[in-house]
Structure formats: structure tokens, C-alpha cells
């Protein structure tokens, strides 16, 4: 086999090696991008030459710092991070489960709509899960729920994030594609609601088959009466449903680009704090009395006993805190980047595309062929690693690919690639759920109460990633599900 030939299948497997050694991601694949260049250059100068190689800051530069559609990641995320550490999230988990207190597996459903909201916020799973785990896991253990239905469910839920929209996932995917980010996020509306909707199926049949599952709370938990029922409405749902309403209601009817919209979304948490913080404590609102005694418990921060220059203070401070979490999070995901850029730069210009290329027309699998070895292959890397990982790898190999599969009747051609978006990013879910490097799985072992074991955890993520498996394939048996209200709305 020719040098040129080997070089980029030997980049590729150096990747998938060193990925193994617990060095960082961003470091891995720019370290194996330059490894390679400066090895072409040393074994024939007409593989890779100094001018290619001077490009590469251009490349990242342009490629990255200078593009306009990744500026929305970091105001999502602020986003998020904003409505979590102001305590707006923890309040709207304790209204929906007093809402929620008659049905089936209440205190579960209120967990997995509370992780759908969530995840119109920002998809920064590791935040959505310890989150959840830390505010619902324990009360939900203090209600006798099953620990695998409880784990299983908080996991799962808040997993949503990555492809409800506002999706930084789709957000990256729609770059690496060269696709509309509106597009991709008006597609992802349907399938998101659809596996959320699949959760809540599933624990609403598994509470009525088995209700020591999930016992009923009592009707005395929360406050009682219309009146303090809508108040507590009016304070902890509304104003988080309303700010993502505005969000994406933006971006679904064209008002705005996604990154304006993410603009919205920063400003409106920065009010939502500062009401949450400091207006509601001021006149004396306080939390929702969840003990079914007549006392608060503390879920947070107690601010009505404080002046006001001091619950401003305690804004401030959280804003501070806010964009700390934000400027590390976003510093991790562009590090990512560049090592991404540096790596698909590399070995684009060593020939990879072609060689991926005709490995697979050598294989005679057709498009339907293809899809499934893609989508099983990504299924396999998840058990390995995160989904940032698998998109920064897989897309820039395989998007030459991508743009070429053919499904007949199935699907017009020039829509293939936001189906195939659609379908990776309903694949990825599972890789924050399957062991033995199930992210969520770890973040959530790292805070739940000490009685839950690991083995709980693994039982409890079961069905839950089935019921993703399921979400795949109804997205793949029937296009319509992502792509009808593409059609719709932008045509």
C-alpha cells in the first residue's frame, strides 16, 4: 500500500489509541494533527509542505474565532448556568411536582418535564444532571421510588439537552456540515419532545403496573387552595416557560438568528436572577413550603432575612460566579475545537476524505448499508466517549459521505443531511447513558446519597436507552418526524 495511503488510516488509528490515555481531548487531536504533519513533511514534502502548514492558524482563526454562528454557544450556556444557580430550576421542580402529585409516578414526570424545559436552556448535561440528581434524588429516595426508576429517570432527562433546541450540539453539527443552525434546530423540535414523550410513557405504564415504584405524594405537600397553587405558578413556572418560549419562538418563526436569540435568552436569565435573587425575597416571597408540616425546606439560599444592598450583593456575586462556569466551559469546548480544526485539516490534506471514500464504495453497502454502519459505529463510540468527542471525529470524516447517500422515495436528496443530523444527534443521547464511560452516569454517582449503588444506576439507564434506540428508529422509519415542520415553516 502507498505511503499517502497509510498515513491517514495510521492518523486515524493513533487517534483512537491515544484517545485511550487520558490525556485531554483538545490536546489529543491537535498533538496528533501536528504529529502527522511534520512526519508527511519528513517522508515526502509533497504530502505536506510548509505552505499547508503555515495555514493552519489561518484555518482555526477563520474557521473558529471569526465564525459568527459559534458566538450563541457561550450565551446558551450562560443561559443555563444562570437559571440553575439563581434557583429558578430548583423552584420549578418543586411546582411541577406538587402540580404533578395526583398522576402516576407525579414526582418522575415532574423530573423528566423539568428536563425538558431544561434543556431549552442550554444542553450542558453535566450541569442539568448533578443538578437534578442533587435537588430530586434525594426526595425522591425520602418518597420509597425505586433507586433504579429514580436514577434511570433524573439520567435520562437530562440528557434531553443535547438535542431540544437550543442545542449547542446542533449548533456545532450545523458548522461542521455547512448547514442553517435554524434549520437544524426547527428539525430537532419533534424527535426531542418525542423521546421526552417516550419517557413519560414509560413511567407512567411502569407506575400503574408496579406503584411501589413510584408512590403517590400526599396531598398535603405543596401549598393547597387555588389561590397559593397559582402563585406558586406565577412565581416558578411562567417566567422560565416564558424566557424559552421567547428563545425559540425567535428562532422557529424567523424573528431572529440563533445567535441574537441566544443574546435574548443571557439578558432574560440576568432578569430572571435578579428577580428570583433579589425583587421576590425583598417583598417576602419565599420557597414553596414541599414539607406537608407547615416548614420550609431548604432547598437554597434562605435571602428574605437579608437587607437589600446584601441580596444585591448575593446577585452580583452569582452573576460572577455565572460567567466563571461559563468562561471555563466555553474555554473547554473551543480548546476542542482547535484541536478538531487542526486534526480534520491535516488529514483532509493528506488525502483521508478520499481514502474514506473509496473504503466505503469498496464495501457495496448502499446508502440504507451505510446508515446503519454509521449509526452503529457512533452507537459503539458512545459506551467509549463523550459526544463532542464523536462529533468532532466522525462528521469531518464521514461528511463527504453524508452528502452523497441516496434513499430514493424515502426522503428528497437535498434533505438527507439534516435527517442524518437528526438521527446522530438522537444516537448521541446514549452515549451519556451507556457504561462504562457513561458521563451522566458519573456525574450523577458523584453526588447521589451514598445508599445508591453503581449497579442501581447501570439497571436503571436500561430502558430508558432503549426507549432512545426506539426514538431512532421511528426518526429513521419516518422522516416526516424531523423534517414536516422544516418544510412548514421555512418553505
Not at 96 to 124: E, K, N, S, W, Y
Not at 176 to 189: E, I, Q, T, W
Request: glycine share 10%; net charge negative; with cysteine.
Amino acid at each position: 500500500m502507498p505511503i499517502e495511503e497509510i498515513l491517514p488510516l495510521a492518523m486515524f488509528a493513533a487517534l483512537g489509541v491515544l484517545l485511550f490515555s487520558g490525556f485531554p481531548v483538545a490536546f489529543v487531536l491537535g498533538g496528533v494533527g501536528l504529529g502527522f504533519a511534520f512526519l508527511a513533511m519528513w517522508i515526502d514534502p509533497f504530502l505536506f509542505d510548509w505552505p499547508q502548514f503555515g495555514a493552519i492558524p489561518s484555518r482555526i482563526f477563520g474557521g473558529i474565532a471569526e465564525n459568527l454562528i459559534l458566538t450563541a454557544i457561550p450565551m446558551f450556556i450562560f443561559m443555563g448556568t444562570m437559571l440553575e444557580r439563581s434557583g429558578i430550576a430548583r423552584d420549578l421542580l418543586n411546582c411541577l411536582q406538587v402540580l404533578l402529585r395526583r398522576v402516576p409516578g407525579g414526582l418522575a414526570l415532574a423530573v423528566t418535564l423539568m428536563g425538558t424545559i431544561l434543556a431549552a436552556t442550554t444542553g450542558i448535561i453535566g450541569a442539568s444532571v448533578v443538578m437534578m440528581s442533587l435537588l430530586a434524588l434525594p426526595v425522591m429516595l425520602q418518597r420509597n421510588y425505586d433507586p433504579r426508576l429514580a436514577t434511570g429517570t433524573i439520567a435520562a432527562s437530562g440528557t434531553l439537552g443535547i438535542l431540544i433546541p437550543p442545542s449547542i450540539m446542533l449548533v456545532i453539527m450545523a458548522d461542521l456540515l455547512g448547514r442553517s443552525v435554524g434549520n437544524l434546530f426547527v428539525a430537532a423540535v419533534f424527535p426531542g419532545f418525542i423521546l421526552a414523550g417516550l419517557y413519560v410513557l414509560y413511567i407512567v405504564v411502569r407506575s400503574l403496573t408496579k406503584p411501589e415504584v413510584a408512590p403517590p405524594l400526599a396531598d398535603d405537600i405543596g401549598p393547597r387552595g387555588a389561590g397559593p397553587v397559582a402563585a406558586m405558578v406565577l412565581k416558578s413556572f411562567l417566567p422560565p416557560v416564558a424566557l424559552i418560549a421567547m428563545v425559540l419562538g425567535s428562532i422557529l418563526m424567523g424573528l431572529a438568528t440563533p445567535t441574537e436569540a441566544a443574546g435574548i435568552g443571557a439578558l432574560g436569565s440576568v432578569l430572571l436572577g435578579f428577580i428570583n435573587l433579589v425583587l421576590l425575597p425583598s417583598l417576602g416571597i419565599d420557597d414553596i413550603d414541599m414539607s406537608g408540616e407547615g416548614e420550609e425546606i431548604d432547598l437554597g439560599d434562605k435571602l428574605s432575612g437579608k437587607t437589600f444592598p446584601e441580596k444585591l450583593r448575593n446577585f452580583f456575586a452569582t452573576v460572577s460566579d455565572v460567567m466563571g462556569r461559563t468562561a471555563l466551559t466555553n474555554a473547554m469546548l473551543f480548546g476542542i475545537f482547535v484541536g478538531a480544526t487542526l486534526f480534520s485539516f491535516v488529514f483532509r490534506s493528506l488525502g483521508g476524505d478520499d481514502i474514506v471514500i473509496e473504503l466505503v464504495e469498496s464495501l457495496g453497502l448502499g446508502s440504507w448499508g451505510l446508515l446503519f454502519l454509521l449509526m452503529g459505529i457512533v452507537f459503539f463510540l458512545g459506551f467509549f466517549f463523550d459526544w463532542i468527542e464523536i462529533t468532532l471525529i466522525v462528521l469531518p470524516v464521514f461528511s463527504p459521505i453524508i452528502a452523497l447517500m441516496d434513499f430514493g422515495d424515502h426522503l428528497p436528496q437535498q434533505e438527507v443531511v439534516y435527517w442524518f443530523a437528526i438521527l446522530l444527534a438522537v444516537n448521541l443521547q446514549t452515549s451519556f447513558l451507556t457504561p462504562p464511560f457513561g458521563f451522566a452516569l458519573f456525574y450523577m454517582k458523584a453526588v447521589a446519597p451514598k445508599s445508591v449503588k453503581i449497579q442501581q444506576i447501570y439497571a436503571g439507564i436500561i430502558p430508558f436507552v432503549l426507549l432512545q434506540l426506539i426514538g431512532l428508529g421511528l426518526v429513521m422509519a419516518f422522516p416526516d418526524i424531523a423534517l414536516w415542520l422544516p418544510r412548514v415553516l421555512l418553505n
